[in-house]
């Protein structure tokens, strides 16, 4: 009955918002202004690859520089754009009520909880990736080596290790431990890092002594360990 009661509250509120008057212009242009920059920064990608050669050095590194400031920029915007999110919690809220309509207020929170940081963390690793395909190549490797140091952020270190496993397939076991400890107290970054690992490990056969280092460096179970062999091997 509470449940029911629960289910009711949360889809008046949703009929409530869903009737408001709403001009989608806005949104339509802010959707518009980040296709353009998202193009702009595959554009600076374009231009570090083909011109990695005749521009000057200090050149191609203000453009990797700027295209990487500005998407973080982004990324740090969209994580402060907290009504979509809000939205689609009221969504995961409806959609569990209508599955499990008996479930306590304690395990709806919960849940609550788990989908909002799953939620962010998807926009976080959504805009890490399209940095680092973007922007990212084996021939710009000094290029971003030396902005990723002179700008030493969490976010940039990020970048740099998805470019490294993206286009080099370059799996360190030592810059990974690094920035584990580097991370030990941002569990955000962290939790991005082992997924980002994880992942190269699922598309990739690394072997098996790789696997037991990562394991040990990472805290990562090795039962997930053994299921991306199997995977990989799939």
Known sequence: MEGNQRKDIIERQSK???SEEYD???????VKNINKLLKATEVCGQILRNRVGSLER????????????????LLNLVLKTSELLKEEAVRMIRKTLDISPDMSDEKITRLVKRAYLDLN?????????RASFSLGSARCREIYIKVTEDKVTPAARLVQEIIEL?????????????????????????????????????MHDIGYKYRQQLAS??????????KLAIASKQ
């Open 16 to 18: 409530e918002e869903d």
């Open 24 to 30: 989608g212009s806005e949104l339509s242009e802010f």
């Open 58 to 73: 200090h050149s191609l590194e203000l453009i990797y520089e700027e295209a990487l400031i500005v998407l973080l920029k």
């Open 121 to 129: 963390y998807s926009i976080i690793l959504g805009v890490l990736n």
């Open 166 to 202: 993206q286009f080099e397939k370059k799996l360190d076991i030592k810059k990974i431990k690094l920035l584990h400890n580097e991370f030990s107290q941002n569990p955000i970054c962290d939790h991005v890092l082992k997924y980002v690992i994880l992942r190269h490990c699922y």
């Open 217 to 226: 460096t990472l805290d990562i179970p090795m039962q997930v360990q053994r």
